[in-house]
Every structure is written in structure tokens, then in C-alpha cells.
């Protein structure tokens, strides 16, 4: 038995029986078991490669011996197209020769140069989450023929060199030759890029000049990729890789840059960040982690303290961290870091602290912090770009060009500057461009824009900065006040949604700098978007904070500000603490002799009496102003003012004096250009008497133009008026599970907005009335069931459900 000391049996299983090797002659290479387990499995090599995602030439090349050494995850890819047990599966990974032990095989035409094992792709220590479209498409691009150059583009911590991995890895099938990985984050010098990818390589070092040459030559008539990470600040190599990719007509490069290289060939992919739970309702844990970024950060935090649960009651907070960090791979990373010792709450509250903490040791220098990751993307950026990139932190929500171009650009540069330092910029990926209705429209990543904001702070001009922004945005809500009445107020309602945030910041600027007057104007001019687009507790806010912050104010501001308030506060359901707003307001403009003004003061005192239920004295007032609007040829107000009027005599039964009044609204808003939101005021009380007199048909029609203008300029409030006429009216018609469904997407589209769709009571029990009445006379024990389906549906399945009854189009008459 000594003897046999030598002498080590492996067992081998096969499906045949067993077979005993003696392991002092050799293991039976890779590719004769691989041939074997095919053929007993009764597959072709173009079958096998099928069910395993690879190429029947890469099977061949295995089979072989061209490919001695597969890699792991393609060994795991035949295990299981083969179906084989566990033990067949150790036993074929354990065919594979050990890298360290066998010399690689030179190629004819750089069989000196050779010297290392063919270099494959790191392995990263957690898996990649949320990428699965990106993979995808990367994939697809890579198994295209045609790539040459696939350039990842998109700001730093956004995933590009962990999606080139996996995406590298599951390509590898189409490269017969291999993958390599070259990382160029440490190379001080372009210079280095082309000896780094021939050290990858394996090439020996040869002479600088011929280096290109050698690499050329090793490569040519390969099919292989090479994955060159972190190009950005290397790119006077760009066209060495060019040379590369011309001179090796079979090679593929799949580059990570925050910038494309520009060269021949290139295709870019623009690395998108994780998608963003939804908050527009309180999310509950599957809604979180139904979202990429969400679950991103739940699965980090189990990673770091196994005990992290998602819950209800911290779905919320993980959501809107979600959110902060714009879907930042990295920022999330790191913030979930933290909840070993923050819980979600506290940790949003103290969210730049913890970007700012050390992340993983084994992640490279530059990405231990947010800021280290922000501070690499600066140090590439020349001084005019620096001095942009900083003043752009001002925005929110986003800015166009012709804002950056009075914002951003300073004193030192002109327009054209401005438009090539930006462009610049998106091509660094540290700003994102994106076609809009209104276009093209441009965004920092919120941690981006926080890094950007502290370097603005530490030039000394932010105060500057912050004057220009404020006064570009209250200058565009003055300008707004014509448009806003005009035939282009829809795209100007949606320009100022858009640039809501931008707004925002101006107002608060204005009131915290003393600059009442000027906000005054603004509010003067734009109060019907607030109005129209259901911002109006907000409006009525920035007016109440203004209004406090100015005791002193000029009369003319003081007027405006009050009227604003006024006027959204009625529009809120409140009466008694809006009329003496309204009355000092009108005073002053009587003062003033402001007939405009006091023209529209004298409308919103009217609504406001009108919701005293002081009906004579309310009445009055708004014929009072009626007729000063058409004195001073104001058809569009004074058809709003007469369309109000008229749910007086029709609250009292008199239905000949309410549709005299209605039918004289409807004919003066026809008449004027763009009165959309006016036409529906006198559209609404000819539906209610076409319903009380038993015309359901018309009251239907009247309805659903209503429905339709209010779409189109984005009244939700007017929506869903519209849509509790129409379910009052399909309750009288019989039709009582469309009228529970069109009142239960009523009720929730109310509770996401900031506003009373019945300010009156009379309006309140009538609905309440119809809503009981129908109710009754509803079978069994659905009518709940019923309800909340109309109330699960979105708000554009609500409005088509609304108009599929009778598929009306066009004006009603």
C-alpha cells in the first residue's frame, strides 16, 4: 500500500457510471468532459450554446482546448443548460486548470509579447440591483455587430462601472477571445492608457513608439471586449482608442465616462439614475420597494444591520431619502450605510452629514464620500466651468437656457459662452438635458446640486447669484398675467408648474429681502395660476407671510397683496376672515382710482358675500361689477362675474332669471380669445337646470365640455366638479354603479389637491343628497366595492371613464 501512496483516485461522476482517473497522469481536460456530458445530453454545440446564452464558436473553442480556462459564471452557465447534478457540477468545475499553473498560449503575431493569464472582470462584493432594463439594452448594443465603441456616460456615483461589469459579464458569449478590464481612475496621464490596456493584455513592454503598434497587432482578427473604466480624465487618449478600434475590425471597447469620448464609431448610453418611489399619495413598503432606488436602499441596510425592516410606519421617510438623493446609486449607498445607528426618520433629517461620512473601505478613494466623488468630477473643470456649474445650484426643479443665460452666466461671459460652458457641462454629466413641451430643460442631481451650492457659498457671490435668479422668476410671473388670459394659457399654466420651484425660492427671496412691491406685482399678475392649477392655500400663504413682513407697504402693493389673499382664501371655503381682506383691498384701489382693480376687488367681495349666504348683497356687488367690466370692455370678467351670478335665482328656483344670466356668461366667454376656465363658470348652472329639468343628455354634454377645458388648462378642482355633475347625472338616468364609480374618483382626486370644491353649503348637502339618494336605491351589498373602484382609478382613467358614455365632442349648445 505504500506503493500506492503515489497513486490518488478521483472519483468522476458521469451519467454513464463512474470513472476512476489516476490523477498522477492528469485529470481529463475541460473541454473532453465538457464534449462528453454535451453528448450523452443529446445536444449539438449550437443547442448547448443556446440554453447556456453563449456562441456555438465559443462551445467549439472549450471542446477544443482553444479556451482552457472558462470563467466560473460560464462554467455555472453550462452546469445548468446541461442540468447536472451537484456533483457533476463540482466535478466539471474542478476540470478547469488552475490559472496560476499553466502558461498562456501565445499568439502567432505577438508570441513574444505575451506573458500573463488572460485578465477577465473584477468581482464585485454585493450584487447589482435595479439595472435589469439597462442590462438589457447594454446587451443588446454589445451583441450588435455594428458597436465598436459603447461609451456608459452619466455623473459620478451613478453605476457606471459596476453596470459595465455585469453587462461585460453577460456578454461574454459574444466574445470568443475574452473580456479584459483596464481601470483608469489611477492613471495620472493619458500616456499611460495604452500601456495600461497592453499590461491587462498580458503584453510585455516595448519601445513607447511602437507600444500602439504592438497592441494593434496582438489584438487584430480577435474577438474580444475590452472594458476601459473611469475615461473622463484621461481623454487625450481618446484617439489612441479610435486608432484602436479602426486598426481591430472585430474588437468592441465598452468605456465608463462622465463625458463621451467623441470619437468615430461612438455610441453613447447615457446612464440613467434609479427610479424614484412615488410620493404622491403616502407610500406603503411594496410601493417602495416596487422602485429601483428604494429597493436599492433597503437591500444596503439589511446588508449593514440584518435586523432592517421596511415598515408602514418608515416607508414614508425611506421614500422621500429616495427622493433627496434623486436615485444617486452611490449617495444611497452610502446613506443606507448608516441605518446601523439612524433609523429612516433620523436619517433625513441628517442626510448631508451622513453623504459626507466614510463609505466602504473597499471602495476606491474617490467614492468613500460624496464629496471625494464630486470633488474628481470638479478638478476636471476649467474656471468659466466652475464659475456656471456652482451658480446653476440656485435652480429647483430644473432651468432652460434662456434662464441660465440671465442667471448663470455672470458678467464675464455672453450668451454664447453661456450655451458652450453648459454644453460642457451635460457632456461632464454633472447636468442632465431633457427634451420638454416647452424645450429643452435642464436638471442637476440634487446631491450634485448640494456639492454645487457649497461652492457657490465659499465663492462669496451666492447673495449676488440668488438677486439675478429671484428677479428673472418674478419677472416671469409678471409677465404672465396677459398669457394667462389669453389663447396660450394652457402652455403658460404648464410653463409655471414647471417652474414651480424656481418660484418658490424667488417669493421667499423677495419677502426675506424686502422686496414686497416687486412680489406684489408678480402676485398681481399670476394669482389665477395658483388659483386654476389648485396651489391656492400655498398662494395665500406667500401673500399672509408678505403682507406680515411689510407693515409699511406702498399702497398699491398692500392693495394687490390683499386682493390675492383674498381671493384664494374664498376660493378655500373660507368667508370670515377673507372679507375684511377684500374691503380694506377695495378701499384702497377706490383710493387709487384703479378701475381695473376695483372692478375685480368688487367680484371677489361679491363670491365672498355670496358664501355668507347674504344673497341680495352678494348678487349686487357682482352686477356692480359686471357692468364696470363691460364699461371698460373687459368681456372675459364680466362673463365669469355673470356665470357666478346666475347660481343665485337658480339656488331660489328662479330658473328664468339664473339661465338669462348663464346664457349671457356663455355668449360673452365664447366671444373672448382663450376664456377657457371662464366658460365652464357659465357652463355649470345651464347643466344644473338642463338636470333639474329632466335633460340629462344635455346636462351630460355641458358636463363634458366642462370636463374637457378644465383637462386642458389642468384645473383639478374644475375636474372634479365635473365629474360629481356627471355622477349625479348617471344617477338620475338609472345608471348607479357609473355614478358611485365617478363619485368615488371624485372624492380621490379631492384629497390630493389643496382645495373645496364646494365652498357654498347649499352645494354641500345637495351633493350629499344625491350621494344618499342613489345609495338607496342601489342592489345588494356592493355599492362600497363599487366606490372604490372609481376611486383606485388614476386621474386620466377617471376622465376617460367620464367621457365614454356618450362620446360627445365639440361645444355643447
Known amino acids: 500500500m505504500a506503493g500506492h501512496s503515489r497513486l490518488l483516485l478521483t472519483w ?62 460560464t462554467v455555472t452557465s453550462l452546469a ?60 443588446d448594443f454589445l451583441g450588435r455587430s455594428g458597436t465598436r465603441l459603447l461609451t456608459l456616460t452619466g455623473s459620478g456615483g451613478i453605476g457606471k462601472t459596476r453596470l459595465s461589469i455585469e453587462a461585460a459579464r453577460k456578454s461574454e458569449g459574444y466574445f470568443p477571445d475574452g473580456v479584459a478590464f483596464a481601470a483608469l481612475a489611477p492613471l ?20 513607447k513608439l511602437f507600444l500602439l503598434d504592438t497592441l494593434c497587432g496582438h489584438l487584430r482578427g480577435k474577438r474580444m471586449l475590452i472594458v476601459l473604466d473611469n475615461f473622463e480624465h484621461v481623454m487625450e487618449a481618446a484617439p489612441d482608442v479610435a486608432a484602436l478600434i479602426e486598426s481591430c475590425k472585430h474588437l468592441t471597447m465598452l468605456v465608463t465616462s462622465r463625458a463621451p469620448l467623441r470619437v468615430r464609431d461612438e455610441q453613447e448610453y447615457p446612464v440613467p439614475p434609479l427610479s424614484l418611489p412615488d410620493l404622491t399619495n403616502a407610500p406603503d413598503p411594496d410601493e417602495v420597494l416596487g422602485s429601483s432606488s428604494g429597493r436599492l436602499f433597503v437591500e444596503r441596510a439589511r446588508a449593514v444591520y440584518p435586523a432592517f425592516d421596511l415598515t408602514g410606519e418608515n416607508a414614508g421617510a425611506v421614500a422621500v431619502i429616495c427622493q433627496r438623493l434623486d436615485g444617486l446609486p452611490l449617495a444611497l449607498e452610502l446613506a443606507a450605510a448608516k441605518t446601523r445607528f439612524l433609523d429612516p426618520e433620523a436619517l433625513l433629517s441628517r442626510l448631508n452629514q451622513a453623504l459626507q461620512a466614510r463609505g466602504a473601505q ?4 474617490r467614492q ?99 438677486r439675478w435668479h429671484a428677479g428673472y422668476y418674478l419677472a416671469l410671473g409678471e409677465r404672465a398675467g396677459l398669457e394667462l388670459k389669453g389663447p396660450e394659457q394652457p402652455a403658460w399654466l404648464a410653463r409655471l408648474e414647471t417652474e414651480l420651484g424656481n418660484l418658490r425660492v424667488a417669493i421667499q427671496w423677495s419677502i426675506e429681502h424686502d422686496e414686497v412691491g416687486t412680489l406684489a406685482r408678480t402676485a398681481w399678475s399670476m394669482w389665477k395660476f395658483w388659483w386654476l392649477r389648485g396651489h391656492r392655500d400655498e398662494g395665500r400663504r406667500w401673500m399672509e407671510e408678505a403682507l406680515a413682513s411689510g407693515p409699511r407697504l406702498p399702497a398699491p402693493a398692500r392693495a394687490r397683496l390683499l386682493f390675492v389673499a383674498a381671493t384664494l382664501g374664498r376660493a ?37 358675500t355670496l358664501g355668507q349666504e347674504r344673497y341680495e348683497e352678494g348678487l349686487a356687488l357682482l352686477e356692480e361689477s ?42 360673452l366667454a365664447r366671444g373672448s380669445e382663450g376664456a377657457r376656465d371662464v366658460l365652464y363658470v357659465a357652463l355649470h348652472p345651464l347643466a344644473a337646470m338642463a338636470s333639474a329639468e329632466g335633460a340629462h343628455e344635455r346636462a351630460a354634454r355641458l358636463l363634458e365640455e366642462s370636463l374637457r377645458l378644465s383637462v386642458e388648462i389642468g384645473d383639478e378642482s374644475n375636474v372634479a366638479y365635473c365629474l360629481e355633475g356627471l355622477a349625479a347625472v348617471a344617477a338620475a338616468g338609472g345608471e348607479l354603479e357609473r355614478a358611485a364609480r365617478l363619485w368615488g374618483a371624485a372624492e380621490a382626486l379631492l384629497e390630493t389637491i389643496e382645495v373645496m370644491i364646494y365652498p357654498h353649503a347649499s352645494d354641500r348637502l345637495l351633493r350629499q343628497r344625491q350621494v344618499a339618494g342613489a345609495r338607496a336605491r342601489f342592489e345588494g351589498e356592493a355599492w362600497e366595492a363599487v366606490w372604490n373602484e372609481g376611486r383606485a382609478l388614476g386621474f386620466k382613467e377617471a376622465v376617460a371613464y367620464a367621457l365614454e358614455s356618450t362620446g360627445t365632442s365639440g361645444p355643447a349648445r
Open 368 to 466: 468613500r464620500t460624496m464629496r471625494a466623488t464630486l470633488d474628481w468630477s470638479h478638478e476636471l473643470l476649467h474656471g468659466l466651468e466652475r464659475n456656471l456649474f456652482r451658480r446653476l445650484s440656485v435652480f429647483a426643479g430644473g432651468f432652460t437656457l434662456e434662464a441660465t443665460e440671465t442667471v448663470g452666466g455672470g458678467r464675464e461671459s455672453g450668451d454664447e459662452d453661456v450655451l458652450v460652458l453648459l454644453g460642457n457641462l451635460v457632456e461632464q454629466s454633472l447636468v442632465l438635458a431633457a427634451a420638454s413641451p416647452g424645450g429643452m430643460r435642464y436638471r442637476i442631481l440634487e446631491p450634485v446640486r448640494q456639492y454645487a451650492l457649497e461652492r457657490l457659498e465659499e465663492s462669496g457671490e451666492a447673495e449676488e447669484v440668488r
Open 12 to 73: 468522476f461522476g458521469t451519467r454513464k457510471g463512474v470513472e476512476v482517473r489516476d490523477t498522477t497522469r492528469g485529470v481529463a481536460p475541460f473541454g473532453d468532459r465538457l464534449r462528453r456530458l454535451r453528448e450523452e445530453a443529446g445536444l449539438t454545440q449550437e443547442e448547448l450554446a443556446s440554453r447556456a446564452g453563449l456562441t456555438a464558436r465559443g462551445i467549439s473553442d472549450l471542446e477544443r482546448g482553444v479556451r482552457k480556462r472558462p470563467y466560473p459564471h
Open 188 to 207: 495620472g496621464n493619458a500616456e499611460l492608457v495604452v500601456p495600461t490596456i497592453s499590461r491587462v493584455l498580458g503584453l510585455k513592454e516595448a519601445a
Open 626 to 667: 359686471v357692468d364696470l367690466n363691460l364699461e371698460l370692455g373687459r368681456k372675459r370678467a364680466a362673463a365669469a362675474m355673470l356665470g357666478y351670478a346666475a347660481t343665485v335665482p337658480l339656488a331660489q328656483g328662479d330658473t328664468g332669471r339664473a339661465r338669462q344670466l348663464a346664457e349671457r356668461a356663455l355668449s
Open 80 to 139: 445548468d443548460a446541461l442540468g447536472l447534478s451537484e456533483e457533476e457540477r463540482a466535478d466539471l468545475a474542478a476540470a478547469v486548470p488552475p490559472r496560476s499553473r499553466e502558461k498562456p498560449r501565445p499568439s502567432q503575431k505577438a508570441s513574444r509579447d505575451l506573458d500573463v493569464p488572460a485578465p477577465g472582470l473584477p468581482s464585485p462584493a454585493t450584487p447589482l440591483v435595479g439595472r435589469e432594463r439597462e442590462l438589457r439594452e447594454i446587451e
Open 572 to 608: 378655500l371655503g373660507d368667508s370670515e376672515s377673507t372679507l375684511p381682506l377684500i374691503e380694506e383691498s377695495l378701499t384702497l384701489f377706490r383710493r387709487l382710482g384703479d378701475r381695473d382693480a376695483i372692478a375685480d376687488a368688487l367680484s371677489t367681495a361679491g363670491l365672498i
Open 362 to 365: 473597499d471602495l476606491p478613494e
